[in-house]
């Protein structure tokens, strides 16, 4: 008999299970991935819509100190406009409060969706729920750019189509947070999580890419094209994602019999060794395909009973109930601040580094994307990191305490040149996303999952909605508050965002302590955070 090809030895070294594994997270990647990357042509188009320029053709633009001719900008003009300084109503004066409202409206209404959503989505068929908030998104996401093919210039047009986009948008996180929860266990969740929460990054690289190509010809696409990215994967989510391992049979029999398990080429050697091994010993929780209470075999399994349906037996947790969870609060206040801050620069750098930088719109849009690099490798860090430690709260704080000094030596290098100002853009990404993605995904998950709802797993979307929602407050908070702030000096704006992280550490200080006075409270069987 001859030799299987190496690609073919390869495929078969791994279990079905692993494979539906790796095609349900590169999936919910890709999902969560177009969102952001519809969120992200808002802060490109900013310095489209309002141009430094004035009434006359042949003024100068000012920039700091330095001018330039208005013949500059791009040939083509608009009819209804009377000025070159953009398109009306953000050609104003006034145009940064405009563009702070805009981004207000999104968010504010993202956050009060979002508590709705979780509570929404924990009654809800994730798949269905899913695709219908990403075909609604990409619909509301485009009729915004067709206001640039309408001539419309009614200021409140564009703010309601924010505030159902926002909306709208609160389907997503809940959504793809629960799904990848229920296909991987506790073993590694901050690395697994860790890589997987890269897509809020590469989400906003490829929408500032995509909206930058068309920003000074055509801005209207910059809007059309990602709305029709995400209403098409939303397509792909119907036909395509897997909710729950049970929905195909994947290692079923985990749920009575967690020693049942695969793991790759090994997995029939350890079917073997399972059989003899002592009644009490722990599993390894990345073995597990479902979730289990507090990711130990003893003492938990009864109390998740799966249905001939594929539901479980214990009812969906309330909203207060989910409050009381040991955690929830301090984690949800900390992102609140954290998230002021990461949205803040996904709303705002564009525009500073044009300021700044003194860089045409789309080289702007482009050079802002090394933030969001610096967030993946953030995100990334964060998660080994708390994996390690065993310690989520404590690599948040450290992270933290870095992150306000670097801030500070962004805002005072950032105007030295453009080498200056693509490290800080790196290390300001890392160090800022690390906190933020930690506790949207493996901090929420876990506490999901906390051991004191006794196996409960309808707690998970809830307890995802309330984090994230209470910290989309302060993505709200944040660009509305830059826009306010930013027209006294963009260094007061640093300095608001150096006291936002000081106040997210400070509702971490707590966590902290325990942690750090119980060094052996997180152990191989058992989540990292204990009841408080």
């Known amino acids: 008999m001859a030799r299987l090809p190496p690609g073919i030895r390869f495929i078969v070294s791994f279990s079905r299970d692993q494979w539906y594994r790796a095609f349900v997270f590169i999936l919910t990647f890709l999902l969560y991935a177009s969102f952001h990357l519809s969120r992200k042509p808002i802060s490109i188009v900013k310095g489209e819509l309002h141009k430094y320029c004035t009434a006359s053709n042949e003024a100068e633009v000012r920039f700091n100190g330095q001018s330039q001719k208005t013949s500059d900008t791009p040939a083509h003009q608009l009819p209804d406009n009377e000025t070159n300084c953009g398109w009306a109503p953000f050609d104003q004066d006034n145009y940064q409060q405009l563009l702070g409202a805009l981004d207000y409206a999104f968010l504010c209404a993202y956050a009060v969706g979002m508590y709705l959503s979780g509570i929404i989505g924990e009654r809800l068929p994730v798949r269905y729920y899913l695709t219908c908030g990403m075909l609604a998104s990409g619909a509301f996401t485009a009729l915004f750019g067709f206001g640039y093919f309408y001539s419309i210039h009614s200021f409140g047009f564009y703010v309601v189509t924010q505030i159902v986009n926002g909306l709208v948008q609160t389907t997503g996180w809940p959504s793809v947070v629960t799904c990848l929860s229920n296909w991987f266990g506790k073993g590694r969740r901050g690395l697994i999580m860790g890589v997987w929460n890269s897509h809020t990054s590469v989400g906003n690289i490829l929408g500032s890419l995509i909206a930058g190509y068309w920003v000074s010809t055509c801005w209207g696409l910059s809007f059309i094209v990602p709305g029709a990215v995400v209403a098409a994967m939303g397509l792909v989510c119907f036909l395509f994602l897997i909710e729950h391992p049970r929905d195909i049979a994947c290692s079923s029999s985990l749920a009575m019999h967690p020693k049942g398990y695969e793991n790759g080429t090994h997995r029939f050697r350890l079917q073997k060794q399972i059989l003899t091994e002592e009644k009490n010993k722990p599993l390894d929780p990345e073995t597990q395909c479902l979730l289990l209470s507090d990711g130990k075999r003893s003492g938990h399994q009864n109390h998740v ?179 306010l702030i930013s027209p006294s000096g963009w260094h007061n704006v640093f300095s608001m965002l150096m006291l936002a992280d000081a106040c997210a550490l400070l509702f971490l200080v707590r966590l902290i302590h325990k942690e750090l006075c119980c060094p052996g409270s997180a152990t191989g069987d058992q989540i990292p955070f204990k009841e408080h």
């Open 305 to 483: 009973v799966v249905l001939p349906d594929g539901g479980s037996g214990v009812a969906a947790i309330s909203f207060m109930g989910a409050l009381k969870i040991p955690g929830v609060v301090e984690f949800s206040l900390c992102l609140l601040f954290a998230k002021l801050v990461s949205y803040t620069f996904l709303f705002w750098l564009p525009l500073y580094i044009t300021n700044v930088d003194h860089l045409d719109v789309k080289k702007a849009g482009e050079l802002s994307t090394l933030f969001d690099v610096g967030g993946i490798f953030g995100g990334i860090l964060a998660g080994v990191i708390s994996d390690r430690l065993e310690k989520r709260a404590s690599t948040c704080g450290l992270m933290l305490l870095l992150a306000a000094p670097t801030l500070y030596v962004f805002s005072a290098v950032s105007r030295i040149g453009l080498e200056a100002t693509i490290v800080m853009l790196l290390l300001s990404g890392a160090l800022v996303s690390g906190p933020y993605a930690l506790i949207t995904t493996a901090v929420s998950a876990d506490l999901g999952t906390h051991k004191s709802l006794k196996g409960n797993s309808h707690a998970l979307a809830t307890v995802t909605a309330i984090i994230d929602g209470t910290g989309s407050v302060g993505a709200a908070l944040g660009p509305l508050l830059a826009g």
